[in-house]
Structure formats: C-alpha cells, structure tokens
Antibody, heavy 122, light 107 residues
Framework: QVTLRESGPALVKPTQTLTLTCTFS??????????VSWIRQPPGKALEWLAR???????YYSTSLKTRLTISKDTSKNQVVLTMTNMDPVDTATYYC??????????????WGQGTMVTVSS | SYVLTQPPSVSVAPGKTARITCGGN??????VHWYQQKPGQAPVLVIY???DRPSGIPERFSGSNSGNTATLTISRVEAGDEADYYC??????????FGGGTKLTVL
C-alpha cells in the first residue's frame, strides 16, 4: 500500500523559511519513473503545483516560485523535503505531497498525502 | 502559461447525471486528469488520461476530451459525490496546471 505523509510546522513567521518533509512508503524514489511533487491549496482556493523531484534527481519548480523553493530527497529514508524561503501570509495553505509514476511525461498524481496546514503569521 | 477554466459550481439532483467541464485552448490535444476533493480531505484521482478510471473508482465516473473542452461525467449521482472537482493537464512536460475547481452540489 502506497502512503505519503507530510510533516512540518503549523505556524511560521513572515520572512522565515519553511521546511516540509514528505515521508512515504510502498514505493522507492530510486525506482525508475517514480516522482514526488509538492502542491498547495490556500483556504477556499484551488490547487497550485510547487515542485517535483524525480527518481534520477531531476528537479522542477513552479515558474512563479522557483527563486524561493528547493526540493531534495533522501532515498534511504524515503523522504522528500521542500524548503520555501521568505514566507508571507499569502503562503498560508495546506501543503500536499503526491506521487507521480512517470511513464509518458504527462501522468497524473495518483496518490496524495493528507496534507499539512501551514499558517504564516507574526 | 496554460489556463484551465471550470464552472465554479454545478448542481444536480440525486440519480441524475452531472457534467463538469474544463476548458482550455486545444485541450483535446492534451491528457486530462480529474480529482475529487471532499471537505477537509486530500484530492483523490478519479479519472486519468481523459477517460481511464483508477482501481476503486465507480463506473459512474467517466471522462471525455475533445476540441477546447474536457468533461467529467458522473452518472446516477449520489449524495456522497458532493465534492470539489479539479481538472489538471501538463502545460509542458514539467509544469502541471490545475483548473480553478468546481463545487458539485447534490440537491
């Protein structure tokens, strides 16, 4: 059974750096085709893709946020870490990690974590 | 960047058919995925590659995609289908895009 679980602080102050961890099971990020993405959703709003890391360590970032994001993986721990710098109240959202099995380059997010709510406030 | 347009809301009576659209420029040339999100829960994939259903998704859920519109169709709607639905495509091989979401209300 494939599962993903997000963890991190529930509250961060403006200008601080957010670090989120996605811990997964049921698959390995060293297996060809496996990818993990981060997606966020502000309260009452739509989903927004943030970043992705692939089994071969290729990394991709949202054009609008790429200067603030860093994604990395620890294959031995089955974890993917996302850092976002210079947090602002508009970054208040539920942050999800989700898996992609890359077969065509246009695949779906087939399994999602439960999400972790992050509030940015002083 | 590529824009996906969904109606904010769709209402349907139980037992009827709901159709949720997702508009985009020549979206028929792209693969469309659909997600269901119930209140307080994470999204769940319900349709991938325009019309395929993941294991465990009822046959009542189907999808189509042509021209400038993709459609998620839910037949014999049940109260448990009430949720937000999001369409998603890849703008390029590295940039996924989501629609604004449609709230399905079962009357």
């Amino acid at each position: 059974q494939v599962t993903l679980r997000e963890s991190g602080p529930a509250l961060v102050k403006p200008t601080q750096t957010l670090t989120l961890t996605c811990t997964f099971s049921g698959f390995s990020l060293s297996t060809s085709g496996m990818c993990v993405s981060w997606i966020r959703q502000p309260p009452g709003k739509a989903l927004e893709w943030l970043a992705r890391i692939d089994w071969d360590d290729d990394k991709y970032y949202s054009t609008s946020l790429k200067t603030r994001l860093t994604i990395s993986k620890d294959t031995s721990k089955n974890q993917v870490v996302l850092t976002m710098t210079n947090m602002d109240p508009v970054d208040t959202a539920t942050y999800y990690c989700a898996r992609i099995i890359d077969s065509s380059g246009y695949d779906a997010f087939d399994i999602w974590g439960q999400g972790t709510m992050v509030t940015v406030s002083s | 960047s590529y824009v996906l347009t969904q109606p904010p809301s769709v209402s349907v009576a139980p037992g009827k058919t709901a159709r949720i659209t997702c508009g985009g420029n020549n979206i028929g040339s792209k693969s469309v995925h659909w997600y269901q999100q119930k209140p307080g829960q994470a999204p769940v994939l319900v349709i991938y590659y325009d019309s395929d259903r993941p294991s465990g998704i009822p046959e009542r859920f189907s999808g189509s995609n042509s021209g400038n519109t993709a459609t998620l169709t839910i037949s014999r709607v049940e109260a448990g289908d009430e949720a937000d639905y999001y369409c998603q495509v890849w703008d390029s091989s590295s940039d996924p895009v989501f629609g604004g979401g449609t709230k399905l209300t079962v009357l």
